[in-house]
């Protein structure tokens, strides 16, 4: 199982395009999801804006904290932000700019389980329809869930496993 979370999304679709054989199953993580030939600026429009703040042109900073209840990718326990704060760094541009290509019919078939973090979101940011036939689980909280509901994201994880076991 490969897991993609956020812009992890665009890279997960690409592993299973090259090695579609060694991937049993894909999980979305409220991941961008991306069709052939697409970028991450076709999938979330408003990343355009983050490029367009690009430091020395080639380098996005981190996102800046919001007020609550929004936080930080929607955390906001003071211990929980000082640690985040600390791990995060800047992101290349190209990596937004450069697309993906997904046109091998065996990626096409691999299963996928998109997760949704539900809870509050910044403006600007969408969400494509599933697909049918993916049934879509959800989490009550913002963008990382894995640092504000990490057990139930991992009882997510393992259902989206078994499942897998079970086709």
Same mark, same amino acid.
């Not at 897991?3 to 992890?8: L, P, Q, T």
């Not at 929004?70 to 800047?90: C, E, K």
């Not at 049918?132 to 509901?149: Q, S």
């Given at each position: 199982m490969l897991v993609g979370h956020s812009?992890?999304?665009?890279?997960?679709?690409?592993?299973?395009?090259? /090695?579609?054989?060694?991937?049993?199953?894909?999980?979305?993580?409220?991941?961008? /999801?991306? &069709?052939? !030939? &697409?970028?991450? /600026?076709?999938v979330q429009p408003i990343t355009k804006q983050l490029i367009d703040l690009a430091v020395d042109g080639w380098?996005? #900073?981190?996102?800046?904290?919001? #007020?609550?209840?929004?936080g930080l990718f929607g955390v906001t326990d003071p211990?929980?932000?000082?640690?985040?704060?600390?791990?995060?760094?800047?992101?290349?541009?190209r990596c937004l700019q450069e697309p993906v290509r997904l046109d091998d019919p065996a990626a096409r078939a691999?299963?996928?389980? #998109?997760?949704?973090?539900?809870?509050r979101r #910044?403006?600007?940011?969408?969400?494509?329809?599933v697909p049918a036939g993916e049934r879509v689980r &959800?989490?009550?909280? !913002?963008?990382?869930?894995m640092i504000t509901m990490p057990a139930e994201l991992t009882g997510l994880l393992l259902e989206a496993w078994a499942a897998r076991s079970d086709r």
């Amino acid at each position: 199982m490969l897991v993609g979370h956020s812009y992890a999304g665009m890279v997960i679709s690409g592993v299973a395009h090259r /090695v579609p054989k060694r991937i049993a199953h894909l999980v979305f993580l409220d991941a961008m /999801v991306p &069709e052939d !030939g &697409e970028t991450a /600026v076709d999938v979330q429009p408003i990343t355009k804006q983050l490029i367009d703040l690009a430091v020395d042109g080639w380098r996005i #900073p981190p996102m800046p904290e919001q #007020p609550p209840p929004l936080g930080l990718f929607g955390v906001t326990d003071p211990d929980d932000l000082a640690w985040l704060r600390s791990m995060l760094s800047d992101q290349p541009v190209r990596c937004l700019q450069e697309p993906v290509r997904l046109d091998d019919p065996a990626a096409r078939a691999i299963p996928r389980t #998109p997760i949704h973090c539900v809870g509050r979101r #910044p403006a600007g940011i969408t969400r494509r329809p599933v697909p049918a036939g993916e049934r879509v689980r &959800e989490l009550p909280t !913002g963008h990382d869930c894995m640092i504000t509901m990490p057990a139930e994201l991992t009882g997510l994880l393992l259902e989206a496993w078994a499942a897998r076991s079970d086709r």
